[in-house]
């Protein structure tokens, strides 16, 4: 069975989506992730079966293969053990594909199933807004940055049982208030810290705004 949750990369200040298709067939179980991952996305397929398994479902006892479309795209991080570990879910049948349309699903996997804090969460979410996504489901502790963004149903949740309970209807989250940047904040509503490498530039631009020169 094949299934397909979307995803996203950050690319500087922007995103671009991803798409992680997941198919199950007969063979020699295997897990295999394809779609120019780094060594982070690579180790994800630890992290994805220890928290299926201690979430309480079954990671499948197939050959498993993973596609991160687009393949030309590098892939980094371990933001894709979420909507890995659902599409794996979904494939092998434990969760209705249905459960995952219109939604942009990132974030790092504990090994008991809970999730972790993600960077770049702030243009993923701008990103799930303006390809009409409609929603983001993501940890807890990056809902705070999502909120920020007008237009898109955030999700916070604290691990993977409490998603498919969520998605489900057994237990459902209420979407995270939307709120507004504080006088403090960026305008533009992005920092630094939501910039993957560059760090050369990062550090000329610090220098260029604390001396007061031209850029």
Same mark, same amino acid.
């Given at each position: 069975?094949?299934?397909?949750?979307? *995803?996203?990369?950050?690319l500087g200040? =922007?995103?671009?989506?991803?798409?992680v298709?997941?198919?199950? !067939?007969r063979? #020699?179980?295997? %897990? *295999?992730?394809?779609? $120019?991952?780094?060594?982070? +996305?690579?180790?994800?397929r630890?992290?994805v079966?220890?928290a299926?398994? @201690?979430?309480? %479902?079954? %990671?499948p006892?197939?050959k498993? *293969? +993973? @596609?991160?479309?687009?393949?030309?795209?590098? =892939?980094?991080?371990?933001?894709?053990?979420?909507?890995?570990? $659902?599409?794996? $879910?979904?494939?092998?049948?434990q969760?209705?594909? !249905?459960?995952?349309e219109n939604?942009?699903? +990132? /974030?790092?996997?504990?090994?008991?199933?809970?999730l972790?804090?993600?960077?770049g969460? $702030?243009?993923?979410?701008?990103?799930?807004?303006?390809?009409?996504?409609?929603?983001?489901? #993501?940890?807890e502790?990056?809902?705070?940055?999502? *909120?920020?963004?007008?237009? #898109?149903e955030?999700?916070?949740v !604290?691990?993977?049982i409490?998603?498919? @309970?969520?998605? !489900?209807g057994?237990l459902?989250?209420?979407?995270?208030p939307?709120? =507004?940047?504080?006088?403090?904040?960026?305008p533009?509503g992005?920092d %630094?810290?939501?910039?993957?490498g560059?760090? @050369?530039?990062?550090?000329?631009?610090? +220098?260029?705004?604390? /001396?007061?020169?031209?850029?």
């Amino acid at each position: 069975m094949l299934a397909k949750v979307h *995803t996203a990369a950050v690319l500087g200040l =922007k995103g671009e989506i991803v798409e992680v298709e997941v198919d199950t !067939s007969r063979g #020699l179980p295997s %897990f *295999t992730i394809v779609g $120019l991952p780094d060594t982070a +996305v690579q180790e994800s397929r630890e992290r994805v079966q220890a928290a299926i398994k @201690n979430a309480g %479902f079954i %990671f499948p006892r197939q050959k498993v *293969t +993973v @596609n991160l479309a687009p393949a030309d795209l590098r =892939k980094e991080g371990p933001a894709y053990d979420l909507p890995i570990a $659902l599409g794996v $879910l979904a494939a092998s049948d434990q969760i209705d594909p !249905s459960w995952l349309e219109n939604a942009l699903a +990132v /974030g790092e996997l504990s090994l008991d199933g809970s999730l972790r804090h993600v960077r770049g969460v $702030l243009p993923m979410a701008v990103l799930a807004r303006d390809e009409s996504l409609g929603r983001i489901l #993501l940890p807890e502790i990056d809902a705070a940055e999502a *909120t920020l963004v007008e237009g #898109l149903e955030v999700i916070a949740v !604290s691990s993977l049982i409490a998603l498919v @309970n969520h998605l !489900s209807g057994v237990l459902p989250i209420a979407p995270a208030p939307h709120r =507004k940047p504080g006088r403090t904040a960026n305008p533009d509503g992005v920092d %630094f810290n939501a910039v993957h490498g560059q760090e @050369n530039v990062k550090c000329a631009l610090e +220098v260029a705004a604390v /001396g007061g020169y031209n850029v």
